[in-house]
């Protein structure tokens, strides 16, 4: 498109909207129109002439509202606009143009972007591939509502909450099952999980990550019948030590001892159980993808079925089948959650007679049906 029709363009959508536009060539020289406020302090954006994978940039100054994009041998800059509801005791310096300018919120300003560079390239662009720079030109701190709409879009730029979602139920599941095997892969995968910044600081980043993790493992802890001074006493313990920690490395290792120390938590505050109950139910945990019955245990132990089952009883407070049943579903959990597996796969994974018998038994012990139960731990993603 000529530079002559960009121009008139421009002019008619400004005069319509109060947005400005100007356009300048690759050698960033102006080309329309004669003065642009934001072309004279663009040396204090140089985000919006960053050439990387999104097309389009955005600023959001906490006062004003700035984007740009490439178009043939032009660089379009759009703005400034006024941010809506923005405080007015401290303006920035395109507040004095208030008169000239529209005031926006930021959704409809992206709205409006993506309606001119949808319209100029015919390409159409979604809200991942418009990131948005907080920039903030006065000093003062940013305030918590302005922290938390920055940290919305950075996760929606780097698409990592379901990931951290994710590592969060994944890592609480080996911890209530004492896998320390699986929480020593698993943490080969955090450098990989928490890629979105919540403070300055690398350190105190993962700092704040130990915090809610250990917030996360004292609540589960507490669900699994650790009483409360137990679970809040080892919580505060490892929260005050938490100072002494120098560097990035020591608080990992410190989030794996966190929860080996959990773990210990959870295994002390075991009902004790005799040395056949104990050899019975580590045969069914080892074994919970074959079929087991009484036979096999009275086989293992040299103990009679009814023998075995009087013991689980007087000892565990359920009956043999009830436990099976119990340790079976926990399973089913963990595959509902963790896999792709279909509940048919699982049904027979677990050797239930068929899907719709997992479906009831699943039903029976979570008072949930497995489609429910894996649309409710999804349902925000």
């Known amino acids: 498109m000529k530079l002559e029709i960009l121009t008139k363009l421009f002019d008619t959508f400004y005069q319509r909207t109060y947005i400005p536009i100007c356009i300048i060539d690759k050698s960033h020289q102006l080309l329309f129109p004669s003065y642009s406020p ?3 302090h663009i040396q204090d954006f140089p985000y919006l002439l960053k050439q990387d994978k999104y097309p ?3 600023i959001n100054t906490y006062q004003s509202l700035l984007a740009s994009f490439s178009y043939e ?3 379009i800059l759009i703005g400034p606009c006024l941010l809506l509801g923005a405080s007015q005791e ?8 208030q008169t000239y300018i529209s005031t926006e919120s930021l959704d409809n300003f992206i709205k409006a972007i993506s309606m001119l560079y949808t319209f100029l390239t015919h390409q159409d662009i979604d809200d991942k591939q418009i990131p948005i720079e907080y920039l903030r030109i006065n000093p003062q701190a940013m305030s918590s509502q302005e922290i938390f709409e920055k940290n919305v879009y950075d996760r929606r730029i780097e698409d990592t909450t379901r990931d951290s979602y994710q590592f969060e139920l994944r890592f609480l599941d080996y911890v209530k099952r004492g896998r320390k095997d699986k929480i020593d892969w698993i943490f080969t995968q955090f450098n990989k999980t928490y890629i979105v910044s919540l403070a300055e600081s690398s350190l105190d980043t993962v700092k704040i990550k130990f915090i809610s993790i250990v917030t996360l493992m004292t609540r589960m802890v507490i669900n699994e019948g650790v009483p409360l001074e137990s679970a809040f006493g080892l919580s505060d313990a490892l929260i005050q030590n938490l100072p002494h920690i120098r560097n990035v490395q020591e608080c990992i290792q410190y989030i794996k001892y966190a929860s080996y120390e959990y773990i210990k938590l959870i295994q002390s505050n075991a ?18 993808y074959e079929k087991v ?21 007087k000892e565990l407070g359920i009956s043999f089948t009830q436990y099976l049943l119990e340790r079976k579903i926990e399973e089913a959990k963990h595959l509902l959650l963790f896999t792709d597996h279909s509940f048919q796969e699982i049904s027979t994974l677990l050797n239930f007679t068929s899907q719709s018998h997992f479906t009831q038994r699943f039903k029976q012990v979570t008072n949930q049906t497995p489609k429910e139960f894996r649309q409710k731990n999804f349902q925000y993603l």
């Not at 086989?299 to 009883?313: A, P």
């Open 38 to 40: 934001l072309y004279l």
């Open 56 to 58: 389009v940039h955005v």
């Open 73 to 75: 041998d032009f660089i």
């Open 90 to 97: 401290k303006p920035d310096y395109f507040s004095q143009f």
């Open 271 to 288: 009902k004790k159980c005799s040395t056949l109950i104990n050899q019975c139910v580590s045969y069914i945990d080892t074994h919970l």
């Open 293 to 313: 019955t009484l036979q096999d245990l009275e086989d293992l132990t040299n103990h009679s079925s009814v023998y075995i089952s009087s013991r689980f009883k």
